[in-house]
């Protein structure tokens, strides 16, 4: 597909949710990094239906690892753009590799069942020692409507725990249902998978979450569904750290072009590292 269907598609999914096309311009994460272009990507498989996985590998200055992943959670099937998989999008192939050129692996991936696909391709990260990862040490970045699919994973996948978790501007039910109604119309719109809470599931309470709200998101709904989150796990004594971004709009990393912007980036990165080289497994 053409540069234009991409970013007709991304454009879509920010409509569906309250943005708008000035902010998905099809350009990667307003961060530079000198290594960023030279990153590897090792493309393979997982799953029973051989879908494709991209990994991003740090480079040679890093050592040959194993190294902490951060998975960038896909939480839209690849049917909901006619562009293909949102792995290829250029928001997600960069920050990939920034995460990769700050000594930690990137990995993006196709789905078609984004709430089953997720545990997949963590299983399957896990059964590869050879590609230098350390099983142990995997964290999550999901924003806007991948949310729900990145809560769902940490609250139901104690076997296959993440040690950090951030969200962007992301929609985030919250156990009371609040707005589901809305949260559900906004998912058959746009096509986000929502998986319903379910008896049982619960947030691990070591788990830290740095969760980024963009104060000028055009979506009522998806701030509403952070502020109830954020009350939510404050309530609960979960481990999160709330960054408000008051000139912000819904994927301000790459068109926010701010000193903020890059703040907030540095400070993720430097969340995602913290958290990953030697944190306790969430309970």
Do not use: C
Not at 206 to 227: C, F, K, W
Request: proline share 10%.
């Amino acid at each position: 597909m053409g540069r234009r269907q991409i970013r007709w598609a991304i454009t879509a999914f920010a409509i569906a949710l309250g943005g708008s096309p000035a902010s998905v311009a099809s350009q990667g994460v307003l961060y530079a990094h000198p290594e960023a272009p030279s990153i590897r990507v090792l493309s393979m498989t997982f799953g029973e239906d051989a879908q494709e996985m991209d990994v991003y590998r740090p480079p040679a200055t890093f050592g040959d690892g194993p190294h902490p992943v951060v998975v960038f959670v896909m939480g839209f099937p690849d049917s909901s753009f006619p562009s293909g998989p949102l792995k290829n999008h250029p928001h997600y192939t960069s920050w990939a590799r920034l995460v990769a050129a700050h000594g930690m692996v990137g990995v993006t991936y196709a789905t078609s069942s984004p709430a089953s696909d997720l545990p997949a391709v963590v299983s399957t990260l896990r059964s590869q020692p050879d590609l230098g990862i350390d099983g142990e040490r995997i964290g999550l970045w999901a924003a806007s409507g991948n949310g729900p699919v990145a809560l769902k994973y940490v609250r139901a996948s104690p076997s296959l725990p993440a040690r950090a978790l951030v969200l962007y501007y992301p929609l985030l039910p919250t156990p009371d249902g609040y707005q589901l109604a809305a949260i559900e119309a906004m998912s058959t719109r746009s096509g986000f998978e929502l998986p319903p809470y379910e008896a049982g599931d619960a947030y691990p309470t070591t788990l830290p979450m740095y969760l980024v709200r963009a104060g000028q998101d055009r979506s009522a709904e998806l701030l509403s569904s952070i502020d109830q989150f954020a009350a939510f796990a404050v309530r609960e004594n979960l481990r999160i750290t709330v960054r408000n971004y008051p000139e912000g709009h819904h994927s301000f990393d790459s068109t926010d072009d701010t000193d903020e912007t890059r703040q907030i980036i540095a400070e993720t990165l430097g969340f995602l590292r913290r958290h990953l080289q030697s944190a306790p497994r969430p309970r």
